[in-house]
């Protein structure tokens, strides 16, 4: 093991989901009460129910778990209050990560690193670079827990800026080499979110950030490839959270809902495995 | 009044609010419960007592205020629920903006903007723009509503990534250009937050945007020059909502708070007048 690993605590625990369950995969619970089977609708919170059969469906499978807060935040007080009982139910082994994406001003971006950290206990959470340094040490300075930071994202919109260039390096690289400064600067732990649909961006970027865990969304739904983007990103301890959402909570709609999700779960487990056989 | 104007309803809203008050004033609800007056503590929702008699204090100097999303979710629940009440009261007249900055794909923008266009009834939201455009068009798809987009920046951190050139014009150039694209696609109504930081770049702005308004944070704790900022920054319909958090609602900090806000809110009011005598 190198050296310039961060084995903040923090990673440690993804690491240690990685050897034990041999899976690099990240399940996201980003439940629209539109798309849930019928048959849970009777439930008092019908969205925690489906998250509870999912989490136990694919907990087997998984390292992590990224709750997209927009779905939970989109149903007012109902839908923190699901958020609560779902953060709760959670396995304690599987690392947690609150999609907020959020980043603003330093006094603001303190208010919503206290939000997701402490009125919240997930391990990890999405920051926003666009405003800068001040806008993101705030969460770094929480050094128990793991930033992912924007840098190339999955969808068809990173092509607008994310992709600008100076000539010498684009918006993106930009990203990660002042952000890893302001790392050094906090003590805190860094990671970023690339795409799975830029398999021939991802070996570059492994180059800059050779030690940090990548959070990996764009497989499945928006059609990022697996194999490519595990073979041109991994390290020599994962360094990859694949994330699934959609294709593996909803893969199936019917009362045997949970099962063909722990069947899609699965079946990324044994894909991913491939790449965790020396960690 | 020229044609090129946009003169949705929405924004006739904010005119009407400026020819009626005479001012650009934007109150920044940026309560936090360990800065409010001790005395207020006793209430039920300290938090929903103290933005009460802001709001009574300063609504006849305002024609908008801004709530800053992250110092009410940090609270939990309870912090939704007293958002809920201050969103309520307050007056009809005044123009209300979700400081969200907000953006992620497609599908979980379209969630964000449910979240505050319709589960809370704001007029107005901030959006970040990183992630391009399916990020930000969602929030456009709401044609009755303003997207305030993030362009310039009020803090030290805008430098990093925000003046990122091409050589021919900077990231918040760029971002002003295409999101032009992006209203018209939509029929939506932009805005753009420019920092008051700024004074240098905001005639350069008015001249990429003409019709367009900014919302601008930085006057008072941030140290932004206000009447630099407005002439250079004004258009025919005002263009302007200057924002004001800190140096309003904690301008006192005994039982006379309210009395003290007022008296900013006042100055501030007197201020941008100056700029309102031709709309």
Redesign the interface.
């Known amino acids: 093991m190198n050296s310039y690993y961060n084995l903040s605590m923090n990673n440690l625990k993804i690491i240690s989901g990685i050897r034990q369950k041999k899976s690099l995969l990240c399940v996201g619970l ?1 439940t ?1 009460i539109q798309k849930i089977p019928a048959h849970l609708l009777g439930y008092d919170d019908p969205i925690f129910e489906f998250n509870r059969q999912i989490i136990d469906a694919t907990a087997p499978f998984a390292v992590a778990c990224k709750i ?1 807060i ?2 939970y ?5 109902k839908g ?2 699901s958020l ?1 009982k779902i953060l709760a139910y959670i396995p304690q082994e599987i690392f947690t990560i609150a ?1 907020a ?9 303190a ?2 690193a ?2 997701f950290f ?3 206990r997930f391990d990890g959470i999405t920051v ?9 040490k705030p969460f770094l300075e929480y050094t128990d827990k793991t930033v992912f930071l ?1 840098a190339l ?10 992709w ?4 010498e390096r684009t ?1 993106y690289q ?2 990660i080499s ?1 952000s890893l400064q302001w790392e050094k600067e906090t003590g805190g732990t860094l990671g970023y979110v690339v795409g799975a649909t830029r398999p021939d961006d991802i070996a570059g970027i492994r180059t800059m950030a050779p030690d940090k865990f990548f959070l990996v ?1 764009g497989v499945g739904a ?1 059609g990022g490839d697996l194999h490519s983007i595990c073979q041109k990103g991994k390290n020599d301890q994962g360094g990859l959270l694949i994330n699934a959402s959609r294709s593996v909570i909803y893969a199936g709609s019917g009362e045997d809902f949970a099962l063909k999700s722990a069947e899609a779960a699965a079946a990324l487990q044994k894909d991913t495995a491939l790449y965790c056989k020396e960690i």
């Open positions: 980003d629209d997209n927009a779905f935040e989109c149903m007012g007080k923190w209050d609560e999609d994406k959020r980043g603003d001003i330093g006094n603001t971006s208010m919503y206290r939000t402490e009125t919240y926003a670079p666009y405003m800068g340094e001040d806008s993101v924007l994202t999955s969808n068809k919109g990173a092509a607008d800026f994310q600008f260039s100076n000539g918006l930009a990203v002042q969304p928006q």
